[in-house]
């Protein structure tokens, strides 16, 4: 691997992190806009409203970066970053395309990149914490509250995975992964996805969010580019879950003539269940915190647990 | 859930509702959840509501209420508007002229010159007591409504504005086939054959001295009947002022919407 090859596939994971959210976000403007009966932006750049985030992203630039007066100085200008930069990490080890298709192979791939999606989430406490605002406070103990709950069931759905494919390894995973592997891991695929979900604070999981309740939890003092950031991290992450939900459930790149479109493959299954994570958000209204709760402990993770009982019979069985 | 929490029995009985009505009576375990899915999936779907209003013009009823019309030539300065409105925001001047005798040795007659007629639309409440109360159908419900201003003392349009916005004034709605001839048109048949009968050289002068209320006709209906018109209308038809720009619902179509 000389220099010439990481640079490019430095610079490919910098692209897709820069431009996938951005078109998560757009589409979700207009997929949400069209599921009320609405048309959405129709201006920014003329066709469509094409360029809504790139006029947003102006403005946000423009915006004072305001740090209030009792806040943790350091603390509250790093949360943003914390919150975001993860998200690139995680990039790096999700294998778009068979062959090497990969920033870095890893051979703990899924703990990688578990851990790492974990330390995002750091960002909104850190948030939270250094505010010192009693909405942000609310809105970091609530997202404390839904990643103790919501890590465990996601990391049990993710086990289930690995115990079937033998290996910690994305690519791995992908390498001996199977059609049957659907019906075989939809539980988990769906005890992971909702789980994801939740970890990233989107609807029906927002109410560490709750712009009507808390204002808008952790990043009620944030301004200008540093609250972009958080919506940025936000977007990311839907990117991020939906790409690992295609790859430990749905097969990543596998699909017909997978030599060659495989890539197409992968982002056709990321970008779908990127548009399932807008439609779920539009169909749904949010969850009450207790209810956030009584959902991970009766529900997500009993049926985590039943899923890696299963994976073990049958790869005992077979 | 409910048994849980002995003490708070109301809230936790309201929270442990919802639990229990799917496999009861919802039929199946997340058919809501589905249904709400469906919905949104369905609306996505389906052509969106928004009206493209800058755009495209909006589609606006015919009665709509967008702002008051005059038809100068009709207004004989009876102040019966002026006094009706509720709040006061109409502005009438007039002077009194008088009009030698139309026969030699009649005597002359006064009749009242309108000389500033305004709305002021700032305080205007579009309640169309003055249209209702006119006897001499001189005010009409326009459905024009682009006509804000930036500043308060603007929106108080004066006569020819007013008269402009007949223009924009719409076609009444057609008789039913068997229905009466509407009573304009009768008034104004009736003056036409007066007038033909008549059948004096002078008859256009003595056509101009009838008070405007005889002939006063609905704007549009002149070009559906055949009947010779009567001076006012004629003056109307062959005014020299613009055709209005656009009428509302009629470029208000396609284009511009996803």
């Not at chain 1, 975001?84 to 990969?102: M, R, T």
């Not at chain 1, 749904?284 to 991970?296: C, F, G, K, N, V």
């Not at chain 2, 207004?75 to 009706?84: D, P, Q, Y």
């Amino acid at each position: 691997m000389d220099a010439l090859d990481v640079t490019v596939r430095i610079l490919a994971v910098l692209v897709a992190f820069l431009l996938l959210p951005l078109l998560v976000g757009q589409t979700e403007h207009k997929v949400m806009a069209h599921m009320q009966g609405r048309v959405g932006p129709m201006y920014a750049g003329g066709f469509h409203g094409w360029a809504q985030l790139v006029a947003d992203g102006v403005k946000f630039a423009q915006k004072e970066d305001i740090v209030p007066d009792g806040a943790d100085r350091r603390v509250f200008q790093l949360a943003p970053a914390l919150a975001l930069i993860p998200y690139l990490l995680v990039l790096v080890a999700i294998p778009v395309a068979p062959g090497g298709g990969v920033a870095q192979a890893l051979d703990a791939g899924i703990f990688f990149v578990l851990a790492v999606m974990g330390v995002g989430i750091l960002g909104s406490l850190m948030g939270g914490w250094a505010s010192a605002n009693k909405f942000s406070l609310l809105g970091g103990l609530r997202t404390a509250a839904q990643l103790m709950a919501y890590e465990l069931p996601m990391l049990l759905a993710a086990a289930s995975v690995a115990m079937a494919a033998g290996t910690l390894s994305l690519p791995g995973i992908l390498g001996v992964w199977e059609w049957w592997w659907l019906p075989w891991q939809l539980v988990g695929a769906v005890v992971f996805f909702t789980a994801g979900l939740a970890e990233l604070q989107r609807p029906p999981f927002d109410a560490p969010i709750a712009d009507s309740e808390i204002i808008f939890g952790a990043y009620t003092e944030y301004t200008g580019l540093r609250f972009a950031l958080f919506l940025l991290a936000e977007y990311a992450g839907i990117v991020v879950l939906s790409a690992l939900t295609a790859v430990l459930f749905l097969g990543g790149w596998h699909g017909p003539a997978a030599d060659g479109l495989g890539w197409l493959w992968m982002l056709l299954k990321t970008g779908l269940l990127a548009f399932g994570v807008i439609w779920l958000r539009v169909s749904y209204p949010r969850l009450r915190e207790d209810q956030i709760q009584r959902l991970a402990w009766t529900a997500l993770v009993p049926l985590a647990l039943f899923q890696i009982a299963l994976t073990g019979v049958v790869k005992v069985v077979m | 859930m409910s048994h849980a929490h002995p003490g708070r029995s109301e809230g936790a009985h309201f929270a442990g509702a919802p639990a229990e009505r799917p496999g009861s009576k919802r039929g199946v375990f997340g058919s809501g959840l589905a249904k709400g899915l469906a919905v949104t999936l369905r609306t996505m779907t389906r052509r969106s509501v928004t009206e493209h209003y800058p755009d495209v013009q909006p589609e606006l009823p015919p009665r709509s209420r967008g702002v008051i019309g005059l038809f100068e030539e009709n207004c004989t300065v009876c102040m019966l508007c002026a006094r009706e409105c509720p709040d006061w925001c109409i502005y009438i001047d007039s002077h009194k002229e008088t009009v030698p005798p139309a026969a030699p040795g009649g005597r002359e007659r006064s009749r009242n010159v309108l000389d500033r007629f305004a709305i002021d639309f700032a305080l205007c409440m579009y309640c169309g007591i003055c249209i209702e109360v006119c006897p001499f159908d001189a005010l009409f419900w326009s459905p024009e409504f682009e006509y804000a201003e930036t500043d308060i003392r603007e929106l108080t349009h004066e006569r020819d504005k007013l008269r402009e916005w007949m223009w924009t004034v719409p076609e009444p709605a057609p008789l039913d086939e068997a229905a009466e001839e509407a009573k304009e048109l009768a008034a104004a048949r009736k003056a036409a054959d007066k007038a033909a009968q008549a059948a004096g050289t002078d008859m256009l002068a003595a056509h101009r001295e009838q008070p405007a209320q005889e002939t006063a006709e609905a704007p549009g209906t002149t070009e559906r009947n055949g009947t010779t018109e009567p001076s006012e209308t004629t003056r109307r038809n062959e005014a020299t002022e613009p055709k209005p720009k656009r009428r509302p619902g009629q470029d208000a179509q396609g284009g511009g919407t996803e």
